[in-house]
């Protein structure tokens, strides 16, 4: 090697270490660890920064594999705050002891009892309603009534259902257990499965699309994903039932949040979550995804206020996360792929 | 009774606009071992492997015993040729033993059959301790041979060799070739042979055709190319020698600058013309007694005999090949005769 | 130079602490898991991933050694374009191609709304392409060219002179090629399949899209859904037996055969198709090419412009790619450089260990890539905890993380998982070199550096080129590792494909795909430059 490659070699190697220099922690800041996408939380983030003059640093990735880490990184952790997209992994993580509780009573006056944690250890942020869409072409509403109507063999080769892999299906199947127990609920869950007009489909919008195509008359989706299907298509012959009204209400679900256990910068995180419950966010909520915001003084985004009112299913969401794995296994049973 | 195995009659190809063989014609005689003979480019290895039929013609036909496998209208695959190969690089199947090669021909035998072929060859190749190991254990000299065995197990009518020995040590080229020859006239196959090297074709070869930009110059035993050349490239490229301007006197008397030549004349000159006579080492012969002197400029010493560069008084080099005892050093002179019996004459190149 | 001969060691270290994090769980009971799973799914899961596995397995090889024979030996029109266009679909993610897929032949899609329409008729007959076959099909489109790459390699060097001697003893081309070019090229070929069934096995995205169940659905359906990380690892542990299996099995095959060439002959002439073999060959390309490359990117094109309004930060797209290619550039550096030095050792020490050693450093590419991330993740943490507990004991410095949020972890992870990919194609070049060219170089006086570098390199420069361009890419695709270990603000385009495939945002996910394929084209490009393919 002659010695201006040398040099050159000693300059590159120096450029490749620099790339690996950490930033130190940062006292006005808080790190979140968040399972909903960018695209759905930094506009509130950056709310949060304009009015408190705090920065938010944060990492994306599935819910599964942020609770992996932060266990494996114990009290050595830089997150402050966890926020999911469904409350069985904010359970999951209260579980394993990863989040602590927290005292806030802007928390407790923004956020309904149903949608927090008992202990107080999370907090839903935004709800996602998990209601039925129907062909307007092939079905009459007044036909639909319940989630446990549609084990009816009147929708023999008309339901169409996303897989039970998501984990949305799960918490619903696990707060039916919760209402109904398990032996009453693997009839219900059977009835579908021999419903269905086709194999589990991926995602809900897919399902939308097999409603709208033909292939089957009913499905069971989160309300956003409608909103966004006929954002681009308002032709479709897609409908909205809001079930269960007489009985239990709509299952809704949340996207949520808690501080970790091991947070250094509590009350900066505190502060974060208590911002996200405010009316400012929850509008935000509403806008980013047409997601209903949890505090109950904040409206619904215009679009999504056509579809209607509905009554929500009042029991605490802890059951939900409490009962998944028992509902993963009953799906498993009930050969709900 | 003799019998023509293998016709090439007027073959061209051409790589793109390039003209690899023009206007080729060649017999071979069945039984016999011919052999390509020249520079590297010179197309010999196309012609062998047209013949094999890994490529077609552009022009001409090949007969084998007779029958037409290549033309411009037919082309025999090679697999129904029954014509073998030795590959220069031997490409042994380096996944396959010793005898597992060997026998790789003979998928159309019984499998006892086989076996005792298999045997049978690797008795007259030398390898029958070898046969279970892999190629990558043998030597150059053993891979050569498997290759050969590997060639010859199915009897092919024609075997082809491309530079068969180019990848060995010179020393066990001579000693493998003459082997090789007395394998392939045990088997009574008829060959040919492709090599640069003219030591390998000597021997082996019956007959040897010198090629040269597509072209055979002159097909015949190798003491006819040394001695009677057909034309200048051949006479240069064959053997070893030096060519001296003379005058032609008539047609057996050529005048040079160590005197009058006088013998046959190999090809006619009009009396008068100026020409280029070609001297081989063996025709100068070393006479102290002679009157004719000339500088030794350097020597090589081959045994039995030294090779010895001379300069003449006019300043022209010849060489000498002289029995060894004749010890002479650099810068001597010594006297030396010509001993001629025909003569090698060209006309001179236009400069 | 004595380091070379630890290398494998501590690459196998590398790979087998993380292995060994994950396999500890085997003493961790999850037995009610366990039972659910052999009552309910267990056999249908097992059939389901041997059945995928042997289906790709097939595909890849019938797709991808045709594939390489034909641009290797024959000449046809637009040859030459298709020898390095037939590497394109490896820029593309497999669940993109199983996203565009579904997209356009399922139910909904175009094609069968079009025939609907036409025929009148509920089209009942239409094969179901969510069904085995169509995830067979589409892994087979995605991951052919690890088998092609790797065939075509063996084809060039060897293919034409040994179809020749197979016809020099009356073998007809075809009964040549089955036993003579193929057997020869079987190590290739085979370290092409290995791949191809690793990269199945730890397949989840694509599985994911078409819903159907294998046993990596089912060790993320024990920790995300279960919340088991016990029981996904015990999963994780068995899938990693059944690949070291087959890896045992496959060296145990090529043990004593070696397939160092005696020399690479001189460029044979290709040859020539003619009539409609001519137009056969070429339709086949292109129909796969159609839709492996050209029918996924043009829908994704076609989404792009359609999002395109949405996505206009191009300043932070630039990032993205920034990050991607920086990330990839350099793991393919690190994971060659690590590679080269492991075969070198192997090489100079054959002996059983250091060739266990070797085995062990690939195995990484077969776990499905969070059970690895998260396998990674744990060790180096602790590590990370143990340093920053001495600094702060003995020094009385507060430090931080040290490993922990910087490129290093990324980088270690990386290479624990791909080591595989660039083994074999470097280990398949190392075979070229023959003892005796070593002697021969000695005996000129060339040794050491000086060997390897005027030497060596030159005929290992094809294999390291493929085993570079094969890191690069697939880093570029990797997602569980680089979501779980990328420093803050370190998004690449995969993280913010799969942040928006997550949401089901298919559309506005093309433009960071198109752009991702785009990235992975550049060193597909180099290869092709570098290989006169």
Redesign the interface.
């Known amino acids: 090697m002659t010695s201006s490659n040398l040099n050159r070699f000693l300059i590159f190697v120096s450029l490749?270490f620099s790339?690996?220099?950490?930033?130190?922690?940062h006292a006005n800041e808080v790190?979140v660890y968040s399972a909903r996408?960018?695209?759905?939380i930094k506009p509130m983030f950056d709310a949060f920064t304009q009015e408190t003059g705090i920065k938010v640093?944060?990492?994306?990735?599935?819910?599964?594999?942020l609770l992996?880490?932060l266990e494996?990184?114990?009290k050595?952790t830089?997150a402050d705050v966890l926020i999911t997209s469904d409350v069985g992994n904010l359970w999951?993580a209260a579980?394993?002891g990863l989040l602590k509780p927290v005292k806030s009573e802007v928390l407790v006056g923004n956020i309904p009892t149903h949608l927090r944690d008992p202990e107080n250890e999370w907090f839903g942020l935004s709800i996602r309603a998990r209601t039925l869409v129907y062909n307007t072409k092939k079905v009459k509403p007044e036909e639909l009534s319940t989630y446990e109507n549609l084990a009816d063999p009147k929708w023999n080769k008309r339901l169409c259902l996303r897989?039970s892999?998501k984990?949305y299906n799960?918490s619903l199947v696990a707060m039916m257990i919760a209402e109904h127990g398990e032996a009453e609920t693997e009839k219900i869950v059977k009835g579908w499965v021999a419903n269905l007009a086709?194999?589990?489909?991926?995602?809900?919008?897919?399902a939308l699309?097999?409603v709208?195509?033909g292939?089957c008359d009913v499905t069971l989706v989160n309300t956003y994903?409608f909103g966004?299907l006929m954002k681009q298509d308002p032709k479709l012959p897609l409908a909205i039932f809001w079930p269960n009204q007489d009985n239990s209400g709509v299952h809704v679900n949340i996207s949520g949040a808690g501080v970790t256990r091991y947070a250094r910068n509590e009350q900066a995180a505190i502060k974060l979550l208590e911002f996200l419950s405010s009316a400012k966010a929850q509008n935000l909520f509403a806008d980013v995804n047409m997601e209903y915001p949890v505090n109950p003084q904040i409206a619904a985004d215009p679009f999504v206020a056509t579809w209607g009112d509905f009554k929500q299913n009042p029991m605490n969401l802890a059951k939900a996360g409490e009962l998944?794995?028992t509902a993963?296994?009953l799906m498993?049973?009930a050969g709900y792929? | 009774m003799t019998k023509i195995l293998l016709q090439l009659n007027n073959v061209r190809q051409a790589y793109g606009k390039q003209a690899v063989i023009s206007d080729l014609t060649l017999s071979l005689q069945k039984g016999q071992i011919g052999c390509l003979l020249g520079p590297s480019g010179c197309g010999k290895t196309t012609v062998l492997r047209c013949i094999a039929g890994f490529e077609s013609v552009l022009a001409g036909e090949i007969y084998l015993n007779g029958v037409c496998v290549s033309s411009t209208k037919v082309f025999v695959p090679p697999e129904q040729r029954r014509i073998g190969m030795v590959f220069q690089d031997y490409a042994l199947f380096p996944h396959l033993d010793v005898a597992a090669n060997i026998g790789f021909g003979l998928h159309r035998l019984a499998k006892r059959e086989r076996e005792r072929r298999v045997d049978e060859l690797l008795h007259v190749v030398h390898l029958t301790e070898a046969s279970r190991k892999y190629p990558h254990e043998l030597s150059g000299g053993q891979q050569q041979r498997v290759a050969l065995a590997r060639a010859l197990a199915p009897k092919p009518e024609l075997l082809l060799l491309d530079e068969p020995f180019s990848n060995l040590d010179i020393s066990l080229r001579e000693r493998l070739s003459i082997e090789v020859r007395e394998i392939i006239k045990n088997q009574c196959t008829t060959a040919i042979l492709v090599t640069h090297d003219q030591a390998e074709a000597f021997a082996i070869a019956d007959e040897i055709g010198v090629m040269h930009r597509g072209e055979i110059q002159q097909l015949d035993t190798a003491f006819n190319l040394y001695h009677r050349p057909v034309n200048r490239f051949v006479a240069d490229f064959i053997g070893q020698g030096v060519f001296l301007p003379g005058k032609v006197i008539d047609a057996r008397q050529v005048e040079i600058e160590l005197g009058v030549l006088q013998g046959e004349t190999l090809h006619k000159h009009a009396s008068g013309s100026i020409v280029d006579v070609l001297l081989r080492p063996d025709d100068i012969v070393h006479d102290n007694t002679s009157a004719l002197q000339a500088t030794i400029v350097s020597k090589a010493f081959r045994g039995a005999e030294i090779l010895y560069t001379l300069r003449l008084a006019g300043g022209d080099r010849v060489l000498a090949l002289v029995p060894s005892h004749h010890n002479h050093a650099v810068g001597e002179k010594i006297g030396i005769k010509l001993e001629v019996d025909h003569i090698v004459a060209f006309q001179q190149l236009e400069l | 130079m004595i380091i070379w001969r630890w290398v494998p060691f501590v690459a196998a270290a590398l790979v087998l602490v993380p292995v060994g994090v994950i396999f500890s769980s085997v003493l961790m009971p999850a037995g009610e898991i366990w039972r659910h799973l052999v009552e309910t799914t267990l056999i249908s899961l097992l059939l389901n991933t041997f059945w995928l596995v042997l289906g790709v397995i097939v595909g890849t090889a019938l797709l991808g050694i045709s594939l390489a024979w034909f641009t290797a030996v024959y000449e046809f029109p637009g040859r030459r374009f298709f020898s390095w266009a037939l590497l394109l679909p490896m820029a593309i993610p497999a669940y993109v191609t199983a996203f565009v897929a579904l997209g356009l032949f399922d139910f909904t899609g175009p094609i069968q709304t079009t025939l609907r329409a036409w025929l009148d008729s509920d089209l009942s007959w239409f094969p179901d392409i969510r069904g085995r076959m169509g995830v067979i099909i589409v892994m087979t489109l995605a991951f052919y060219p690890y088998v092609y790459l790797l065939a075509r390699n063996a084809f060039l060097s060897q293919g034409k002179r040994s179809l020749e001697v197979a016809q020099s003893l009356g073998f007809s081309r075809k009964q040549g090629f089955f036993k003579v070019v193929l057997p020869m090229a079987r190590p290739w070929i085979a370290g092409g399949i290995m791949l191809v069934s690793m990269e199945t096995l730890a397949d989840f995205g694509t599985v994911a899209v078409f819903n159907y169940n294998t046993f990596t659905t089912a060790i993320y359906k024990a920790w995300f859904s279960m919340f088991s990380l016990q029981a996904a690892s015990q999963l994780a542990s068995l899938l990693i037996v059944m690949v070291f299996i087959v890896i045992v099995l496959e060296q145990q095959f090529r043990s004593r055969m070696r397939y160092a060439e005696t020399k690479s002959s001189a460029k044979a002439q290709r040859i020539q198709l003619a009539g409609w073999h001519n137009w056969m060959v070429t339709g086949f390309v292109v129909s796969v090419l159609f839709f492996a490359f050209f029918l996924p990117v043009a829908q994704l094109g076609y989404w792009s412009v359609q999002s395109f309004a949405q996505n206009y930060d191009v300043g932070r797209y630039l990032e993205f790619l920034w990050h991607s290619l920086t990330l990839s550039g350099l793991s393919a550096l690190l994971i060659c450089l690590v590679v080269i030095a492991m075969v070198y050792a192997l090489r100079r020490y054959p002996d059983s260990a250091t060739r266990y050693a070797v085995r062990a450093a690939t195995i990484g590419y077969a776990l499905p890539g969070t059970v690895l991330a998260i396998g990674v993740y744990v060790p180096l943490v602790w590590l990370d905890g143990q340093l920053s507990e001495l600094a702060l004991h003995w020094l009385q410095i507060e430090t931080g993380q040290l490993i922990q949020g910087t490129l290093a972890i990324m980088l270690i992870a990386y290479l624990i998982r791909f080591m595989a990919v660039s083994h074999y194609p470097i280990d398949s070049a190392m075979q070229r070199i023959t003892h005796s060219i070593d002697e021969a170089a000695m005996s000129l006086g060339i040794h050491g550096w000086a060997m390897i570098r005027t030497v060596h390199i030159p005929i290992l420069k094809p294999g390291i080129f493929t085993a570079a361009t094969l890191v690069f890419v697939d880093v570029m695709k990797e997602m569980p590792i680089t979501l779980m270990t990328r420093p803050f603000g370190w998004d690449t385009l995969a993280v913010r494909i799969y942040e928006l495939t997550s949401e089901g945002q298919w559309e506005q996910a093309a433009l960071p795909a198109v752009t991702l394929i785009l990235a992975g084209l550049i060193p597909i490009y180099l290869f092709m430059r570098q290989t006169e393919i």
């Open positions: 490749l790339l690996f220099i950490i930033h130190p922690a790190v996408i960018e695209q759905l640093k944060y990492t994306t990735d599935n819910e599964g594999a992996a880490r494996a990184e114990g050595n830089p999951a579980q394993k897989t892999k984990v799960q086709t194999d589990p489909l991926s995602d809900d919008t897919r699309e097999f709208a195509a292939k994903y966004r998944q794995t993963v296994k498993d049973r792929r």
